[in-house]
DNA sequence: GGACCTTATGCAAACGATTGTAGTGCGCTA
DNA sequence: TAGCGCACTACAATCGTTTGCATAAGGTCC
């Protein structure tokens, strides 16, 4: 099955192969006689032309792709903020390089960029980063998502971090909680840090004493050894705020170790709200951020930015709370 | 930032283009002499010459890229796919376009088919479908994941259904059981399928009674209700083989809210062992599916099917049981 | 020392589209 | 009827590579 080609529907309409271009592209498609138009667009229509993305390109030099770097993809996380990307882009045209980090990020970049996608979507950064300062200053259309970089203005979409903690934080405390710690993740990740600040100017403006300790990673061991290290200091503590969920599930496991029952003894709150934290014993209270969604800001936003319109430097998506029993006491 | 091309190279290295390109192709290398070879490669290095794909891809007519389609990108399962896919194809230079079915199977094929990849890998087969035998015809090179055809002979890479189940049942028997229930996956699915029949088979060697309800999804309401269909016609059953995760885990459920335990009362396996499962309460035995695996096993299927190698038309990938308390009987 | 092969390079045509510019034919005006 | 503008379309260059073919220089053979 031979490729048809544009000269083909050219030939087919009787018009110089330009004059099909024209007629075919909204844009030009003005210039050429309507009843041109018709014909082109008939012999076209019959022939079943598609047209080839790489010879546009090449002469646009557009590729109508884009670029996204994920750091560790067996993370649950990235399949919705993929899932939104692809979303919001598919039916503007652009389609999707997906590439893993892993090698590194800055390899993963360049050959993103060797492909001329049109814009980058990052998910990697740290809180500075090179490589990201590097594109900003090359002008790559780029933006990052669920991480922040505070060195350049690349617009980031990422999560209320501040709101969000303290909705868990109000929930606790409406609960009745005052004796309230907090399981932070490491602090060169944005999300770490800025949950553990949003978690101390909460406590502090309620007045609570700030009771934080350092999970070395986002995953259950540190956040189960890190659970321990607080309880042993602070054995008055009823309720946890972890940085994320897996967090939360290691305390899950300490609080249990210790001979003490989630939810009624210690009340614990995740942040994330992946997937079967509702199947949990029991069933797991956590801040909800909505990935999908943020995926597909991720992908507005960039599609604004290739338009050469203005983007917000910081874009905030509302997380919510998915209360359940293990902060309703039983 | 102006991208240097070809020709930029060619003459800092005082050699007509052509001469460049062939200095730079390892192929095509052999025709030109070792000195200007060794220009050439200076010429290119210092300058910091990256060649452009589309060009290359325009000529001669291969993108390096392959297209990947995804029927639900949220489920979890996707990621280690599309991970072990990346790590495979990332080292031969090839790069993953990923596009969801979400508008249809159809129209994300037709998309990649324009954008010129080379090959696809599809996760999305039905046990029969029109999509797969029109590429087929088109030779088109593609893999399918997860999923088998039996209408046409494009190679699949699956789990072996047949082994992973008759792992779970031989457990189960070794733990004690003789009657055990399976809640089977929808059956136009293949593993849905694949995984009924083999629990049939397996019973059935056994001369156990075959005891079999089917769920309207692989998700946890279908299995509950399933389950709970199941209890109710055979209450004398002590044992579970969910057709995967989730339906074992609204299996839990029902076994719960009939005040019975999971573990002592009614064992239960999973099947694919998604992340968490070891999590639960109690942490659920389940048929591990090495995704990350089957994805590269793909790609490298893919690769060789690009290299015009001949492949298996069906391989086959072993599955392993993960013994935890819900099959240990507390 | 001319025919001939070998080796190394240059030339130019592709690949399939887009786009600036030139050209054609037509009707209109003076 | 010559001149002009307008609407339309054709020509040709271009994007950055690859690759069949022509060509040039140098070496070998008889």
Redesign the pocket.
């Known amino acids: 099955m031979e490729?048809i080609?544009?000269?083909d529907v050219a030939e087919a309409a009787d018009?110089?192969?330009?004059?099909a271009?024209?007629a075919?592209?909204e844009a030009?498609r003005s210039?050429?006689?309507p009843a041109?138009v018709e014909r082109v667009l008939a012999a076209a229509e019959r022939l079943g032309y598609r047209?080839?993305p790489l010879?546009?390109g090449?002469?646009?030099?557009r590729s109508l792709s884009v670029g996204v770097v994920i750091p560790d993809l067996q993370n649950p996380l990235f399949g919705p903020i993929i899932a939104g990307i692809e979303q919001s882009l598919a039916p503007e045209g652009y389609s999707v390089l997906i590439t893993s980090a892993r090698p590194g990020e800055k390899e993963a970049v360049e050959n993103l960029v060797d492909r001329r996608v049109d814009g980058l979507i990052l998910a990697t950064a740290q809180r500075s980063d090179q490589v990201i300062e590097r594109l900003a200053e090359q002008k790559t259309p780029t933006v990052l998502v669920n991480r922040h970089v505070e060195s350049v203005d690349v617009p980031s979409v990422v999560g209320d971090d501040h709101l969000g903690t303290r909705l868990a934080v109000d929930h606790l405390v409406e609960m009745g909680h005052t004796t309230i710690g907090h399981i932070a993740g490491p602090a060169h990740l944005s999300t770490g840090l800025a949950r553990r600040q949003a978690f101390e100017q909460t406590m502090h403006d309620y007045g609570y004493r700030v009771l934080i300790e350092d999970a070395d990673g986002f995953q259950v061991a540190p956040g189960e050894q890190a659970t321990g290290r607080l309880l042993e200091r602070e054995p008055g503590i009823t309720a946890i705020v972890a940085a994320n969920d897996l967090i939360g599930l290691g305390a899950y496991r300490t609080v249990r170790s210790l001979g003490r029952t989630v939810g009624t003894d210690v009340a614990i709150t995740g942040y994330n709200d992946v997937a079967m934290l509702d199947l949990m014993e029991p069933p797991m209270t956590a801040v909800r951020v909505n990935f999908r969604r943020m995926g597909q800001m991720a992908a507005d936003t960039l599609l604004a930015r290739l338009d050469g319109r203005s983007v917000d430097p910081i874009i905030l998506l509302e997380p919510t709370l998915s209360i359940r029993a293990s902060t309703k006491g039983g």
Chains 1, 2 share one sequence.
Do not use: Q
């Open positions: 490729r080609t544009l000269s018009v110089h192969v330009s004059t271009s024209r075919l592209n030009s210039v050429v006689k041109t047209p080839h010879a546009r090449l002469r646009t030099s």
